[in-house]
């Protein structure tokens, strides 16, 4: 007698799967199956079935079935500053500050977790690196890094966990000199307290214990260390040496919990600077923008084995660029972020891997750079090896964690379905994902989300921000500037 089939939980069939799998296989009219909240098998349809029986099957005909994408960089808190004061030199950067350090409460940042968790789920973004605040730059990428009390990072992993994405959530502290300044509200009352680098490495130790590896592995924790250019280090000789003290504490507590590193806004001259001065490289790191970097700082991302997150629709992107094929081609592992959701970016990283192909083709005007299936693996599985999680994700295999979208693909903007990975990178958009799985479990079906409400997050976004922008009187950075009709630049 035949044997009986497997029980799984879902079955997703009759769709053109995207694997990402080692072989980079593509099938058509294929099947996963998942039982808890792993993938068992993958293959054709007809062959699951016959060894598989599921409690539910979803039918992917004229769809695409594919790994969740991975969003390398954002930024948590930008959801709600979004375009403030943006057309006004320094203006947004002035906003995040102000806001970040001075304005925002628990709830800014619960709805603001809620609202980019819920903008990425709708983009079939499974898991994303956030940082717990930012709007700084080089020369010294100063962010403003809520990190003065664990209570803004526990409202924002709770909003993510409720969500039911996944997140590697950045934190550090601030630079020198301290101690820093900041606003704590307990209802309309504000209370100003003075934080050291002491304080702010107490609360990114707290919000690790609590939060790396938790909910079954989705939350995690990261440190970040601000970026420094070397042209414009302190000249004071006690910031300098309390610079490089504080680097080597932060870097040894991410050895010491095993967590990944991180920074931000890379540039010409301070990889070199982060290698030779600070010694922060190595596989367990993560650099963002990394533009203008000279042959040497290449090969030390190479010698390192450092990773590269580029943000080709980033303004740092428009001020140098990033060396993609030249980083590529030397071995260096390179992936894509949105540094989202602002100033004038999503977290829609079909946007951003169509992005990341015009940008490196029109610097060489050479249309072969960058093929769609490179661009595919800077989101999935280059993306997973990262961020030192492509045991379980980052493609379709049996034993990874199935965490799926699967993308409508019978709109015309798509249609015919033939060639998927190109119409993946160069047609689809966020907009086309349908169904999304997190873990096995279904979060999004049919484009609506399953575990909050999102309309009323929506309404208690809006609330909350307004209330941030009395409270701030920071009207006026919604105010159209001069020049802003009918000039060629403001």
Request: proline share 6%.
């Amino acid at each position: 007698m035949p044997e009986s089939p497997d029980p799984v939980d879902i079955i997703i069939a009759n769709g053109t799967l995207i694997t990402m799998d080692p072989t980079r296989q593509v099938i058509d009219e294929g099947a996963v199956a998942i039982a808890g909240d792993r993938i068992v098998a993958v293959g054709q349809t007809r062959d699951v079935l016959a060894r598989h029986r599921a409690e539910r099957t979803l039918n992917a005909s004229h769809k695409i079935v594919m790994p969740g994408l991975i969003d390398a960089h954002g930024h948590a808190g930008h959801g709600l500053v979004k375009t403030l004061g943006v057309d006004r030199p320094g203006g947004w950067q002035r906003a995040c500050e102000v806001i970040y350090t001075e304005g925002s409460t628990k709830e800014f940042w619960y709805l603001d977790g809620l609202r980019t968790a819920i903008e990425r789920l709708k983009f079939g973004v499974t898991c994303g690196v956030t940082f717990l605040g930012g709007g700084g730059a080089i020369p010294q990428a100063d962010m403003a890094m809520r990190t003065d009390d664990p209570v803004y990072g526990n409202r924002h992993c709770e909003a993510v966990q409720q969500v039911g994405v996944r997140e590697f959530l950045a934190v550090g502290p601030r630079c020198p000199p301290f101690p820093r300044r900041y606003v704590q509200w307990q209802g309309a009352h504000p209370k100003e307290v003075l934080v050291s680098f002491a304080d702010q490495l107490e609360v990114c130790e707290t919000l690790i214990k609590r939060w790396h590896r938790q909910v079954g592995g989705r939350l995690n924790i990261c440190l970040m260390f601000h970026t420094y250019h070397p042209d414009h280090v302190d000249l004071d000789e006690t910031i300098e040496r309390d610079r490089r003290r504080q680097a080597q504490i932060v870097r040894e507590m991410t050895r010491a919990y095993g967590v990944l590193f991180t920074q931000d806004s890379h540039t010409r001259g301070t990889v070199k600077y982060a290698h030779e001065e600070l010694n922060l490289l190595g596989p367990d790191a993560l650099l963002s923008h990394a533009t203008e970097l000279t042959d040497e700082e290449i090969d030390i991302c190479r010698q390192t084995d450092t990773r590269i997150a580029h943000n080709p629709s980033a303004i740092a992107s428009i001020l140098g660029r990033c060396p993609v094929p030249e980083l590529l081609d030397a071995g260096v592992t390179v992936v894509l972020g949105s540094d989202a959701p602002s100033p004038d970016r999503s977290c829609d990283m079909f946007r951003h891997m169509f992005q990341a192909t015009r940008y490196h083709r029109f610097f060489y005007r050479d249309p072969s750079y960058l093929p769609a299936g490179k661009v595919l693996e800077m989101v999935t599985i280059d993306a997973a090896r990262a961020l030192g999680v492509d045991d379980d994700l980052g493609s379709l295999e049996p034993g990874k964690k199935a965490d799926i979208i699967i993308v409508d693909a019978a709109s015309p903007h798509i249609a015919p379905l033939n060639m998927p990975v190109h119409r993946v990178v160069y047609y689809a958009n966020g907009n086309d994902v349908e169904t999304v799985l997190v873990d096995g479990k279904i979060v999004m079906e049919e484009r609506a989300v399953q575990t909050v409400d999102e309309t009323d997050v929506v309404r208690r976004v809006q609330e909350v921000t307004d209330e941030m922008l009395d409270r701030l009187d920071l009207r006026e950075l919604t105010e159209i500037p001069d020049r802003f009709w009918g000039y060629s630049k403001f």
